[in-house]
């Protein structure tokens, strides 16, 4: 069978969150033992992107020479495209090959479209553990087998939960939602929560373009890295014989809904809230942050085009609201490029230590890896090319970072 992704490695195991206190230790200091249980831990924390930076700065520094970080992470992104989500581990067998001094792991992973098993393969010396190669090769679907998952039910091995709600209940346009939850829920409670506003045009809740769900993809992963979102349908597509008489005025009143709406939820109450904007969202965020009484903890604006505010009202907001702001867009995005989007802002904002720029290598307008284009340079959207993974993960430590000392601590209890 065809192998899916060969990743070269020479790393240690990497501290995930499920670990006992004494494995955790034990995995901090040099290479550990490749018992069943350190290569569940390891595989685990591969499939779900977790700690990624630690992981690569166990390799070999060899490898690291010829495997650059960027590729490595790219691999899970390509690995999560092909095959879907990471759902739970399965079946276990080992093999020995005393001639090349090598132990193989062989451990099956169900994923969302396409299982596949993992082989696992390290030194088996004594005093030589070393991990040589990590590969993923398809197999054929199995039935989750829930002995592998302590304590576990069927909806238990999905990293998040989704809840179908209505904001603005009684109004003249009440809009279909979601709200959509990490899971397990931290014990001390979500720490952040955000609201994710929607690009110009009759959009879905899931800002669906062609076969495109930007919105779904972006808050599932955000909710696989500890961050709660709500969603919503727009009035121009939940309503298409509706014609605004301002759209801009719209966007705003039905996000302060929506804010409503994941603020009394029982799961997000009292959260840090930040504003997601996704092009003509991200221009209207500061807007929103306005007119809100508790000020968002942040704002975040995504392959905005300062372009389409030639007043620059919404950057001359951004300075007076002082808020962390993180301005974010793929290098790859055929509607703002690097000189219409961060180059401006980076001009007007300049001198203001609380914005951040990200650009993201190989990456589109909705942050993913598709460069189908038509005759035009304009792109087709034909195929759900999901989203990039490790950009998702910057967004969410970011706004993770933006919680208060006390709630952290409070968590964390």
Known sequence: MKRLVSVLAAAVLLFCLSVSPCLAAKMDADVPVWTEENVRIYLKSYARGQDMDRLYSYYDVQIRRYMPESTFESMLTELHWLTGGFLALGSYSAFAEEERGTMTHVVHLHMEKQDLDAYFTHRNAADDWEVLSLEFVPA??????????????????????????????????????????????????????????????????????????????????LAAAGVASIRYDKRSFAYPEHHPVDEQQETVEDVLLALEAISAHKSTAGCSIVLAGHGAGGILVPTIASKMADKPAGLLLMGASPASDPEKEHIRLIRELALPTCIVQGRNDPFVSEDEGQSIYADGLKQYAFVSYTCFRGLDHLLAKDSSTDENGRPLYSFDAGIDIPAVRELAAWMLSLVPQEQTMEVEQ
């Open 140 to 221: 054929e679907k199995q039935e989750v087998d829930l002995g592998f998952v302590v304590g576990a039910s069927e909806t238990d091995l999905i990293p998040y939960r989704e809840y179908e709600v209505v904001i603005g209940q009684g109004s003249e346009y009440p809009l279909p939602a979601v709200i959509t939850l990490p899971a397990p829920i931290p014990e001390g409670g979500i720490p952040t929560a955000c609201v994710l506003v929607h690009d110009a045009g009759p959009l879905d809740r899931d800002a669906t373009i062609g076969e495109t769900h930007f919105f779904r993809h972006l808050a599932r992963e």
